[in-house]
């Protein structure tokens, strides 16, 4: 799909990934809708948005919250009139061992990463079935999600969660022309791989992820992973016998 004058709705946005694309995106005289839960923020985005000859839609708002993201979809439609592409972006999963972990811990970890998405994408699916042309709903994922990597058990849990559902859905919503997409980035320089414990190998910038989730929106690739090296060094343990794959794991305890 053309990246131009598009109505774009993207969770997350605040910072990030999130706002990385969006200003990305605001040079293509798009409507983009932005939507995070730090309003300062959103509308310092907002702001550099409209600067760069797009226009801009701030809403603040809680993913955590089901109604709230109901809304912000139809805030966005009546706005706009429809959303061509959303990129659902909004994701966290602190270093955490589970040894000493809660319940409350892994599971607000899921609703964190899984619940989020699952909020903004049934109220999206409503609104693209009823349009023409359909639309593209993305997911921003994750290489962890592929694999169970130390002390990011309830991350890569999420991740896989959101990727089989996003497998599933492609399928069925394909009949309404709506294009499922899942992107998934390894490290990149964010606040979250900034904290203790977080793996950091093959990191790359906000600005470098940018372009490749652009690209993979533009292409409607139905799963986009990068950068190579590290998808490489991913996906190759998945087909070693499970003794070695745990033992090239075992390796980002000692990291």
């Known amino acids: 799909m053309d990246l131009k004058d598009k109505v774009i709705l ?4 605040s910072s990030g990934i999130g706002k990385a694309v969006a200003l990305a995106l605001s040079h293509g005289h798009n409507r983009i809708v932005i939507t995070a839960r730090r309003k300062e923020l ?3 985005v907002a702001e550099t948005i409209q600067k760069n000859g797009s226009e801009a839609l701030a809403i603040n708002g809680d993913a955590l919250d089901a109604e709230q ?5 139809q805030q966005a439609v009546l706005r706009f009139g429809h959303i061509d592409i959303a990129l659902l972006n909004i994701g966290a999963g602190p270093s955490l061992s589970i040894s000493t972990a809660s319940p409350g811990d892994i599971k607000q970890n899921m609703r964190v990463n899984y619940d989020t998405m699952i909020n903004f994408f049934c ?4 609104q693209m079935k009823a349009q023409d042309s359909g639309g593209i709903i993305a997911n921003t994922n994750s290489l962890a999600g592929f694999l169970g990597l130390p002390t990011q058990g309830q991350y890569s849990a999420a991740k896989a969660a959101c990727r089989i559902f996003l497998d599933t859905a492609r399928i069925e919503l394909k009949q309404y022309n709506i294009r499922v997409l899942t992107i998934c980035p390894g490290f990149v320089i964010t606040e979250r791989n ?4 977080i793996p950091a190998s093959f990191t790359m910038s906000l600005d470098e992820a940018a372009r490749h989730i652009l690209k993979a929106l533009k292409s409607e690739s139905k ?3 990068f950068p190579t090296r590290l998808k490489l060094a991913i996906m190759l343990p ?3 016998p499970r003794f070695a794959t745990e033992s090239i794991l075992s390796q980002f305890l000692r990291s």
């Open 223 to 225: 799963e986009y992973l």
């Open 238 to 240: 998945r087909f070693l």
């Open 194 to 197: 900034k904290q203790p414990g």
């Open 42 to 44: 959103l509308s310092d």
């Open 10 to 13: 993207i969770t997350g946005a």
């Open 69 to 73: 993201a109901a809304s912000i979809v």
């Open 123 to 126: 109220p999206l699916v409503q």
